[in-house]
């Protein structure tokens, strides 16, 4: 059941509330990311996933069910994220859902016992572009910051993204509070999202924006 606590933080969301974002990174960073730690090992790869999975789930904002579990959806995404990453490295071939869009365990089947090593490269593939799409908005990032002198912000985003570090501790190595490292990844997160979209990359690379743009 989704609770009038989670409807009011998606609604403060939809209406740009910093404070909002960082509350909701704050409640759920931490759960997705020991869920990640229990299916890959790699700590930067954890990171960059729960990262991806906020990302995502911000894309979407402006079109979300307000029916939905935010947990579940957030969970859903990360999901996802371990299914591509696991099947371009060929490891495995469930990755154990904790819930379902209704609170539900579930198992999702991704990778087929006859897939040959073409799929494998065509993930391989789709993970390099969106790597490489998003090194350029990070850049175009980067540089907007230099120009304005927001150095706090700058050395946060870089803690954040270039050296996966939990909001936890960038606060603590920049001496900051964890809301005010939140509202920065929520800043970081909106600007590179507009940009992707002006990259015109292909709907296989970031299929979430293109989902949003044809509910809308």
């Known amino acids: 059941m989704v609770s009038l606590d989670e409807n009011l933080l998606v609604k403060k969301i939809q209406e740009g509330d910093q404070l909002a974002w960082s509350e909701l990174v704050l409640r ?6 020991n869920y990640a ?3 890959i090992k790699d700590h930067a790869s954890c990171q960059d996933l729960v990262q991806e999975a906020f990302l995502g789930f911000l894309s979407k904002i402006n079109n979300f069910d307000a029916s939905r579990s935010i947990q579940s959806y ?32 579930k198992v999702s089947p991704f990778i087929d016992p006859a897939m040959g090593a073409s799929t494998w490269y065509r993930g391989d593939e789709k993970k390099k572009l969106e790597n490489l799409a998003l090194t350029k908005c990070l850049i175009l990032l980067i540089n907007e910051l230099i120009q304005k002198k927001e150095y706090i912000k700058l050395k946060a985003i870089e803690l954040l993204f270039v050296n996966a570090l939990s909001n936890k501790d960038a606060a603590i190595i920049l001496g900051i509070s964890n809301r005010t490292v939140a509202s920065y990844r929520f800043f970081a997160i909106n600007f590179i ?5 002006e990259l015109n990359l292909s709907p296989d690379v970031f299929p979430e924006f293109f989902e949003q743009d044809s509910e809308s």
């Open 37 to 39: 730690q229990g299916k």
């Open 28 to 33: 759920y960073e931490g759960r997705l990311t």
């Open 193 to 197: 999202i507009d940009n992707l979209k």
């Open 74 to 105: 957030l969970f859903g995404i990360l999901s996802n994220k371990i299914t591509d990453l696991l099947r371009s490295q060929g490891k495995s071939r469930t990755v154990e859902t904790p819930v379902d869009s209704s609170g539900n365990h």
